[in-house]
Nanobody, 120 residues
């Protein structure tokens, strides 16, 4: 059984920073990608950032230059460093991993989410 557990959310003032962490555990053969999604009230879940097993990354246009995703495949961790936070970044942030529990195929897994609130 695979689990993803997020941590690091909270309340921060506009312009501030937060660092989210995601720990993957369980019977994992290989992690192909890890990513962060967010869902604001009344909106659909959207991709924020993703890191691939080779180390390449991609970002939503709205967070480029402000957020940085990193990962440690050996530790099965991913991190989202969020700087220059804006009120519109307020959302529940979900960790995602596309991984395989055997050498064949892969499946999407999700964490339960961590709330980030940007407000003065």
């Amino acid at each position: 059984q695979v689990q993803l557990v997020e941590s690091g959310g909270g309340l921060v003032q506009p312009g501030g920073s937060l660092r989210l962490s995601c720990a993957a555990s369980g019977s994992i053969f290989r992690i192909y990608t890890m990513g962060w999604y967010r869902q604001a009230p009344g909106k659909e879940r959207e991709l924020v950032a993703r890191i691939f097993s080779g180390g390449s990354t991609s970002y939503a246009d709205s967070v480029k230059g402000r957020f940085t995703i990193s990962g440690d495949s050996a530790e099965r961790m991913s991190y989202l460093q969020m700087n220059s936070l804006k009120p519109e970044d307020t959302a529940i942030y979900y960790c995602n991993a596309y991984l395989g529990t055997s050498r064949y195929g892969g499946t999407d897994y999700w964490g339960k989410g961590t709330l980030v609130t940007v407000s003065s």
